[in-house]
């Protein structure tokens, strides 16, 4: 049974840092790409980041670029994302999502996790 | 502003059928597989059609996605009240590198 558990959300302070981590288990992690979306309160999906199965490509949403940084260790089957200069409109709950294809420029993300909340508030 | 346009809300009754749009540009829908999703009120998002039109093994085939040029359409047909729910379409864009979403759309069985 395919399985994405987040951990790491939290109340942070403006201008703070936090790290997401995200463990799967039940298929091949290396064999995937996986991707953070995030949802604010009452509103829609916004994607986040994306990291092909190999690690060889990352991809940001320009509102994180240059903030957040997305790795994986495939040996521990975890995927990350590095929040650096937290901001108010950051607030969400963050889903990783587990992608169809070993590359992440696509979608159809067959497996979600249950989410973590990130509040950025002082 | 999503680079993906959807209804906000759509409704019909019970038994019924119902589609939801999904209008993009040439950088996304046009040139890139579209999937949609279902979430319910709490939970997360379900997949439940990929790659245009396929579905995932366990989605019932009440669910249908069709995609023409730049625009894609998911059908819900024999509609129960455990369909109500927001249902977001989203693709790749080959343009901004980046996933995008539709805004969502709510769907209410009356």
């Known amino acids: 049974e395919v399985q994405l558990l987040e951990s790491g959300g939290g109340l942070v302070q403006p201008g703070g840092s936090l790290r997401l981590s995200c463990a799967a288990s039940g298929f091949t992690f290396s064999n995937y790409a996986v991707s953070w979306v995030r949802q604010a309160p009452g509103k829609g999906l916004e994607w986040v980041s994306g990291i092909s199965g190999n690690s060889g490509t990352t991809y940001y949403a320009d509102s994180v670029k240059g903030r957040f940084t997305i790795s994986r260790d495939n040996s521990k089957n975890t995927l990350y994302v590095q929040m650096n200069s937290l901001r108010a409109e950051d607030t969400a709950v963050y889903y990783c999502a587990k992608g169809r294809y070993m590359v992440a420029a696509t979608t159809g993300f067959d497996y979600w996790g249950q989410g973590t909340l990130v509040t950025v508030s002082s | 502003q999503s680079v993906l346009t959807q209804p906000t809300s759509v409704s019909a009754a019970p038994g019924q059928k119902v589609t939801i749009s999904c209008s993009g540009s040439?950088?996304?829908?046009?040139?890139?597989?579209v999937s949609w999703y279902q979430q319910l009120p709490g939970t997360a998002p379900k997949l439940l059609i990929y790659?245009?039109?396929k579905r995932p093994s366990g989605i019932p085939d009440r669910f249908s996605g069709s995609k023409s040029g730049t625009s894609a359409t998911l059908a819900i047909t024999g509609l129960q009240t455990g369909d109500e729910a927001d249902y977001y379409c989203?693709?790749?864009?080959?343009?901004?590198?980046?996933?995008?979403f539709g805004g969502g759309t709510q769907l209410t069985v009356l």
């Open positions: 790659d245009n039109n």
């Open positions: 989203g693709t790749w864009d080959s343009s901004l590198s980046v996933v995008v």
């Open positions: 040439s950088s996304n829908i046009g040139n890139n597989y």
